[in-house]
């Protein structure tokens, strides 16, 4: 994952804060259970009080598995509508986040209108956030938490989370902005500039408030001069140069343009 992804673990930090508030919230007092989690009928307080210890101590999958206990020994209880979604939050802790979005989506499916289904669709957008990859690799996971994330925004626009939500999205747009712009600078190695032009024109049309923009308008002057239309590639300087007249790829796009299409260059001028 790039450094830009790595401000989630601040992210992680203040979700434990929040869960430990929320814990709190439904638990009430303090309390400690038995030192193992295998299948022992208990009263349901009982139950809850020892996966919330094991939380605590950071003992965080013994906790999801606690708490999945509270569900299966007392199903019809209000404790265990708490520890579903505190199950989550333990697997999250725990790093195994498709237990933690499975978790989560269980929660929302049984409880949708629950106040805390906006904690629910948070946790299962983060747990999809923490597995991105570098650009290198499959970003099937990417997508996921960006449509995880929209939908926060969309359900949940004046909370907090949408706040959060918002700046996760133009970073993971920024990510596959990332993604494309690898594919087409790999395309004009091969000399497959059709197909370069193609990844550099999504980025422009679908990314363009990313970072990346500017690079490829670049790209896309290269590429249509490569491709024999100098026409396209002025087209594609003019924005460059309209949008971010200060930049290194303008100025190398102007010489560009210079160099390989003087007359087009001129005519436009």
């Known amino acids: 994952m790039t450094s830009r992804f790595l401000s989630a673990r601040a992210v992680r930090a203040a979700v434990l804060a929040s869960a430990t508030l929320f814990t709190a919230a439904c638990a009430g007092g303090g309390g400690s259970g038995p030192s193992d989690t295998a299948y022992v009928a208990r009263d349901v307080e009982t139950l809850y009080m020892a996966a919330k210890d094991r939380l605590d101590r950071g003992a965080s999958r013994d906790a999801a598995v606690l708490f999945d206990e509270v569900e299966r020994q007392h ?92 700046l996760k999205i133009d970073l993971v747009n920024d990510h596959l902005a ?15 500039w059709l197909a370069s032009s193609l990844r550099f024109r999504k980025v422009v049309e679908n990314f363009q408030t990313t970072s990346h923009a500017p690079e490829a308008l670049y790209r896309l002057v290269e590429s249509y001069l490569s491709l024999g239309v100098p026409e396209e590639a002025q087209k594609a300087a003019a924005v460059l140069g309209a949008n971010y007249p200060g930049s290194k790829w303008y100025q190398r796009a102007y010489d560009l343009m210079e160099r390989h299409a003087p007359a087009v260059a001129t005519t436009a001028g």
Do not use: C
């Open 75 to 166: 199903p019809y209880s209000p404790w265990a509508r708490r520890a579903q979604l505190m199950s989550a939050f333990s697997y999250y802790t725990a790093r195994d986040y498709n237990k933690a979005i499975q978790s989560a989506q269980r929660f929302l499916s049984i409880h949708p209108g629950n106040k805390d289904a906006p904690y629910a669709y948070y946790l299962i957008a983060l747990s999809y956030y923490e597995q991105i990859s570098d650009v290198t690799r499959d970003q099937k996971v990417t997508e996921q938490a960006l449509a995880a994330m929209r939908e926060i925004v969309r359900r949940y626009p004046a909370t907090d989370y949408a706040t959060d939500a918002r």
């Open 178 to 192: 990332g993604k494309e712009m690898e594919i087409g600078r790999y395309y004009q190695t091969t000399g497959k």
